[in-house]
């Protein structure tokens, strides 16, 4: 479930989803045989943060994306979440990059389809800034769905690194505690990944690829 949104805040400059954090979690689930379906709150071609795409912040993935028509054809053309049930799904990955943080915080579908996840026992994975997706998700019992629980998400302090700390909507990590999230992190840029039942939450772009792989085990279990 990918970010539509483009714009980074009043800068006006350019943002949407981080491609490594869609690349490596689409390959790790492909590459294992899963049916991936894309999909966006708008639909068709959801934004890549021109950042992402620089030469410096290519990996393998990336790589492998840039050069694989089949997957670049899937991602021009993505479902609407409207569309998406979760009845038709085994699980749910959020890609993150700054986008989320505008469209996917207070999106009623998003909020829904997360709880019917929930609902169903079936496994909600979120990376970097895609876990505010799961910020006013609540549980059956009316509760925060995060409330009491390991999670992860870009830090304040790599938000302060990259310089965007004062153009974001609020910051993740503060909104995540503030919902009763118990938040684990490692140091800045490097992987770390939360595994709360079948809630899996990671870091940044580094913790995408083994988010991705906790989601996998999650689902070989079920």
Not at 153 to 160: R, S
Not at 175 to 186: D, V
Request: proline share 7%; hydrophobic share 40%; aromatic share 8%.
């Amino acid at each position: 479930m990918l970010t539509s949104h483009d714009r980074l805040g009043d800068t006006g400059e350019k943002t949407g989803f981080w491609l490594e954090e869609f690349a490596a979690p689409y390959y790790v689930l492909k590459d294992a045989g899963a049916a991936v379906t894309l999909a966006s709150p708008k639909g068709g071609q959801p934004p890549v943060d021109p950042k992402s795409d620089l030469p410096e912040n290519q990996t393998e993935a990336t790589k492998r994306f840039r050069a694989d028509p089949a997957a670049q054809a899937e991602l021009a053309n993505t479902k609407k979440l409207a569309d998406v049930s979760a009845d038709d799904f085994d699980a749910v990955f959020f890609p993150g990059g700054h986008g989320p943080m505008w469209d996917l915080y207070d999106n009623a579908d998003s909020i829904a389809l997360i709880e019917n996840f929930v609902k169903a026992d079936k496994p909600v994975a979120a990376v970097c800034h895609a876990p505010v997706a799961l910020a006013n998700v609540r549980n059956k019992d009316g509760e925060y769905l995060v409330k009491g629980r390991r999670v992860a998400g870009f830090t304040n302090t790599e938000e302060d690194a990259v310089g965007l700390t004062s153009v974001i909507p609020f910051l993740l990590e503060d909104k995540l505690k503030e919902r009763g999230g118990i938040y684990g992190r490692a140091g800045d840029w490097a992987p770390y990944v939360e595994i709360d039942g079948k809630l899996v939450t990671g870091q940044n772009p580094a913790s995408s690829e083994p988010a991705a792989e906790a989601l996998l085990k999650l689902l070989r279990i079920v």
